[in-house]
Antibody
Framework: QVQMVESGGSVVQPGGSQRLSCAASGFPFSRVTMHWVRQAPGKGLDWVAAISRDGDRKFYARSVEGRFTISRDNSDYSLFLQMNGLRPDDTAIYYC????????????WGQGALVTVSS | DIVLTQSPATLSLSPGESATLSCRASQSVSSSLAWYQQRPGQPPRLLIYDASNRAAGIPARFSGSGSGTDFSLTISSLEPEDSAIYYCQQRKSWPPWTFGQGTTVELK
């Protein structure tokens, strides 16, 4: 069955860096666009970044552009989010999310990784 | 960016009643709208896509309607497990893919 497992969540100091990973399985990973969506404690859903199936096109929310980098390794069924210059308002659960092929709808979500930015 | 505004913020209903949730877009998204359910402590789950199509495994008591700027999610005959936050999302104009702020459905 479809599964996404995020890892790398931790407590990070303001200005620090963190890399999230997502191990995917159960579907043709190289054929689908993948996303990161975050949720601050007690808040709503906030789209962060997306990467095309071949990794050539990357899209970012304005709030993270220039600080975060999304990437993928199709040979290893893995998705990554490199986060630099972290700020307290980046504190959130970060979900790895699969898009239904070519649709922009998000049909499978991982359980999420908690990133806390605090001194 | 397309802004999605959901109403009401909270619905408090009894089991067996029906719930109608609203999502209004700041500009037309045609039928390019989805609804998600998020139960406490869980990731979101896709319920509806293209405004009115149920995702795989979603019970028939969930239905979506609307087009353009005004959309509704109806949950008929509420069950206790329907207590959750419901979000709408548009995929018409991206990036960014945007979400509404959510509607909480509470069962009495």
């Amino acid at each position: 069955q479809v599964q996404m497992v995020e890892s790398g969540g931790s407590v990070v100091q303001p200005g620090g860096s963190q890399r999230l990973s997502c191990a995917a399985s159960g579907f043709p990973f190289s054929r689908v666009t993948m996303h990161w969506v975050r949720q601050a404690p007690g808040k709503g859903l906030d789209w962060v970044a997306a990467i095309s199936r071949d990794g050539d096109r990357k899209f970012y929310a304005r709030s993270v552009e220039g600080r975060f980098t999304i990437s993928r390794d199709n040979s290893d069924y893995s998705l990554f989010l490199q986060m630099n210059g972290l700020r307290p308002d980046d504190t959130a659960i970060y979900y790895c999310v699969k898009e239904i092929l070519g649709t922009g709808y998000l049909d499978f979500w991982g359980q999420g990784a908690l990133v806390t930015v605090s001194s | 960016d397309i802004v999605l505004t959901q109403s009401p913020a909270t619905l408090s209903l009894s089991p067996g009643e029906s719930a109608t949730l609203s999502c209004r877009a700041s500009q037309s998204v045609s039928s390019s709208l989805a609804w998600y359910q998020q139960r406490p402590g869980q990731p979101p789950r896709l319920l509806i896509y293209d405004a009115s199509n149920r995702a795989a495994g979603i019970p028939a008591r969930f239905s979506g309607s609307g087009s353009g700027t005004d959309f509704s999610l109806t949950i008929s005959s509420l069950e206790p497990e329907d207590s959750a936050i419901y979000y709408c999302q548009q995929r018409k104009s991206w990036p960014p893919w945007t979400f509404g702020q959510g509607t909480t459905v509470e069962l009495k």
